[in-house]
């Protein structure tokens, strides 16, 4: 029996995650994200799936987020013919999040062809016959819907002959999961391999907390936060608290790029928290995103997913995702308004790293302004705007021009929603004497090195860092 692993994404890095498991030559695909990065190599890298979609015998996908989901509708448009296993909860978000994928890319194209028309014009020169075209449109994210194969945590399915996974809980965003794959040798005995997917924290609030992983052989462990460690929640509410008021102070706005799906619904939990305890005023809140008000229904239909403290504040009816002074906002007029808004605000939009939506809209009428504050609250891979913001550059490139960044720039990494390096550590202690290795995946090496040596001085004796496109016999 041959069984391998393939890593076509995340590995050396944290987005487009894509690992082959390949069984007797059957192709199962563990997670199908897009990868986000420099404009052109992330158009390049994601145009051109590295293998043939026909070829994939199934799919099981972790979570919602488009770095993990984000490709399935190129998958299912150029040949895909099997199922897309998940919890119930991530098949209703990825539904609603990769049809505003496919949205947010007929938009980006449309205005990037129109900027360069317009470019073209100004310097009179002809109109270049060069258009941009998005990777796929609504239509083609629609075409999803019906390879999506929802199941329970802890139920087992069979995803190809001799092959099962059931999901347990991760806590990370509604319905994330590790997958715990089984293979069945030809001599009886089993192989268990475990994908980690984005392991959630302990202690946070709207979810429940990770589960332990099952005794397994393989284990794949992100490590995007391989070197680091989150400051706790007490002290991150007062920070924000702070941020507030010193962006009242100003009088500018609060701009917080944020994923539409998790972080979100994190931010609005802990502004009630702080508005409840009077610790905040009263401030306008604009939720740019009509993916977040989808996301946050498909949140309410969804209870299993909850801590006992989430379901305690909706049986009092005190929504934390709907209070006086918050508006969801829907209308792209109604959006570009917010531009002009006349005194202090919060506005939260996606996307979560800054590469596309209307986000970047509302950062180009921002950064120029010290009286603006920019809060990035997650992380922000290489190469995207989010990471140049966060590194403070002089200047930042937005839809093509240059512009000077010139707004405040805070940091608040105790509202991520994975986990930091103690997080992990502790999550694959259990496994140190049942574990033949451990694979780091979804991390830059900056992370993964560090929590590789921390591994293997507490007595793990195979850690090993993945590296993109190579294979690993198992």
């Keep these: 029996m041959t069984v391998s692993i393939t890593f076509l994404g995340a590995a050396e890095g944290v987005t487009g995650s894509r690992h082959l498991l390949e069984v007797n030559g059957t192709r199962i695909l563990v997670d199908c994200g897009l990868f986000q990065g420099r404009r052109d190599e992330s158009r390049e890298r994601n145009a051109h799936f590295p293998i043939d979609p026909a070829s994939i015998h199934n799919i099981i996908l972790t979570h919602g987020h488009i770095d993990h989901s984000g490709a399935l509708p190129v998958v299912c448009r150029d040949g895909f013919k099997g199922h897309i296993y998940c919890t119930t909860a991530t098949a209703d978000l990825s539904q609603i999040l990769l049809r505003d994928s496919g949205h947010i890319q007929e938009m980006d194209a449309k205005y990037l062809r129109h900027r360069q028309e317009k470019d073209a014009r100004k310097k009179g020169l002809p109109i270049p016959d060069q258009s ?22 802890h139920e087992t399915a069979e995803v190809a002959p001799g092959v099962t996974v059931y999901f347990t809980d991760q806590g990370h965003i509604l319905g994330s999961a590790a997958a715990h794959v089984q293979v069945k040798r030809s001599d009886g005995s089993t ?36 070197n680091r460690v989150h400051e706790p929640i007490g002290e991150m509410e007062n920070t924000l608290a702070e941020i507030v008021h010193d962006m009242l102070r100003k009088g500018g706005r609060l701009v917080i790029p944020a994923f539409s799906v998790g972080r979100t619904q994190n931010i609005l939990y802990h502004l009630h928290r702080l508005r409840m305890a009077k610790k905040i005023p009263h401030v306008e809140i604009y939720v ?12 309410a239909e969804h209870p299993e997913c909850f801590d006992d403290d989430t379901l305690a504040l909706l049986t009092a009816k005190e929504s934390p995702f709907s209070f006086p002074g918050l508006r969801y906002v829907q209308s792209v007029e109604e959006s570009m308004t917010l531009n002009d808004h006349p005194g202090p605000c919060i506005i939260l939009s996606a996307s979560g790293m800054c590469e596309s939506g209307r986000i970047l809209h509302h950062l180009k009428h921002s950064v ?38 010139r707004c405040d720039v805070k940091t608040l990494n105790g509202l991520s929603a994975h986990g930091d390096r103690n997080d992990i550590i502790a999550s694959v202690e259990p496994l140190k004497d049942v574990a033949r290795r451990i694979v780091l ?24 860092i993945a590296k993109l496109g190579s294979t690993m016999e198992l």
Aim: charged share 30%; net charge negative; aromatic share 10%.
């Design 132 to 153: 941009f075209t998005p990777l796929y449109t609504v239509e083609d994210a629609e075409h999803c819907d019906g390879f999506f194969q929802g199941i329970s945590y």
């Design 368 to 405: 120029t302004s010290p009286r603006n504050t920019v809060l990035i609250v997650g992380y922000m891979a290489e190469h995207t705007l989010g990471r140049r913001i966060f590194e403070r550059r002089e200047k930042v490139k937005i839809y093509g021009r240059t512009y000077p960044l």
């Design 191 to 226: 192989l268990r391999i475990e994908f980690s997917g984005d392991r959630g924290r302990a202690h946070m609030p709207i979810l429940r907390d990770p589960e332990d992983y099952p005794e397994s052989d393989i284990v794949l462990t992100e490590s995007t936060y391989g």
């Design 441 to 464: 995946v979804h991390g830059e090496r900056t992370q993964s090195e560090p929590l590789q040596a921390s591994l293997k001085e507490r007595g793990h004796k195979d850690v090993v």
């Design 288 to 299: 740019d995103s009509p993916l977040s008000m989808k996301a946050t229904q498909v949140y």
